[in-house]
């Protein structure tokens, strides 16, 4: 059974900073890309950025620029660092593996739980 558990989350004032990481356990062969996506109150979830296992990256126009995304292959995880924040990033950000490689044959996709980011003005 794969798990992915995130931390990072809290409250900051606008302009500031938040690292979320978010670390996939279990019997894991290899996993395509990591990512993030959010979900403010009453809207969509939406992607927010995302990284393959070559390091290819992908970012939200609304986040380039301010937010990066990393991972450590070795240790199953992914981070990502949220500079220059505003009150509209604020939202559940949940990690999302995809392309996930274990014993069984067949490569699925795993979902955090969630944390909690909430931008004060």
């Known amino acids: 059974q794969v798990q992915l558990v995130e931390s990072g989350g809290g409250l900051v004032q606008a302009g500031g900073s938040l690292r979320l990481s978010c670390a996939a356990s279990?019997?894991?062969?290899?996993?395509?890309?990591m990512g993030w996506y959010r979900q403010a109150l009453g809207k969509q979830r939406e992607l927010v950025a995302v990284i393959t296992s070559g390091g290819t990256t992908t970012y939200a126009d609304s986040v380039k620029g301010r937010f990066t995304i990393s991972r450590d292959n070795a240790k199953n995880t992914v981070y990502l660092q949220m500079n220059s924040l505003k009150p509209e990033d604020t939202a559940v950000y949940y990690c999302?593996?995809?392309?996930?490689?274990?014993?069984?044959?067949?490569?699925?996709?795993?979902w955090g739980q969630g944390t909690q980011v909430t931008v004060s003005s």
């Open positions: 279990g019997r894991i062969f290899s996993i395509t890309a």
């Open positions: 999302n593996a995809f392309g996930v490689v274990t014993t069984t044959p067949i490569p699925r996709d795993y």
